[in-house]
């Protein structure tokens, strides 16, 4: 789907469970992204918001929408890269995506908005770079993931990955060794 530059807003729930959609361009008009708008589009592999948007953008070619002044991650794809200049994954943004298999989040990411991950039911893979657990809004932040899911984490932060909210509905953990850490 490319949107016309004639559109201003993308409405609540606009391409609910669209399975089919693959690919959507949001034009650089658009100034409201309602909650949902891309939830269960499980096909989607390609997101692109064009140079020019004042609320949203693409940085370092992300396949996502972020939220330009909150940093914020509003939605994904089975194909994102969250980039390191991400202080949060807002509430459901990765929604139904059941082709995603690995995410990777990066140290910067300090919060995970409720449901981030519901029903993202191929997930077995999360690589998480914070020495300090990002905060999940609550336990249902992976709800729909494997509890058998691979969570790699520092060195040392095992523990505390345990008892955080939303990440102790997980049961393997793993310490990321150099020789698994991906570097700048």
Not at 19 to 42: D, K, Q
Not at 60 to 87: D, H, R
Not at 93 to 115: D, Y
Not at 149 to 178: L, M
């Amino acid at each position: 789907i490319t949107i016309p530059n004639s559109v201003m807003s993308i409405e609540d729930l606009a391409f609910l469970d669209c399975f089919s959609l693959t690919s959507v361009t949001i034009p650089n008009s658009v100034t409201r992204i309602g909650e949902g708008a891309f939830w269960g589009c499980s096909s989607l592999t390609s997101i692109v918001v064009e140079s020019g948007n004042t609320m949203y953008d693409s940085r370092e070619n992300c396949n996502a929408i972020i939220e330009t002044a909150s940093n914020t991650l509003i939605a994904g794809c089975q194909s994102t890269t969250i980039p390191n200049s991400v202080t949060s994954i807002g509430e459901s943004s990765f929604w139904g995506c059941s082709s995603l298999t690995s995410i990777t989040i990066p140290n910067s990411v300090t919060s995970i908005g409720e449901q981030a991950f519901l029903n993202c039911s191929s997930l077995t893979d999360i690589y998480c770079y914070a020495t300090t657990p990002p905060v999940c809004d609550d336990d249902n932040t992976f709800s729909g993931v494997s509890k058998r899911c691979y969570v790699h984490v520092p060195a040392g932060t095992i523990p505390n990955y345990q008892v955080a909210t939303g990440w102790r509905y997980f049961h393997n953990f793993s310490e990321i060794s150099e020789e698994t850490a991906i570097s700048e």
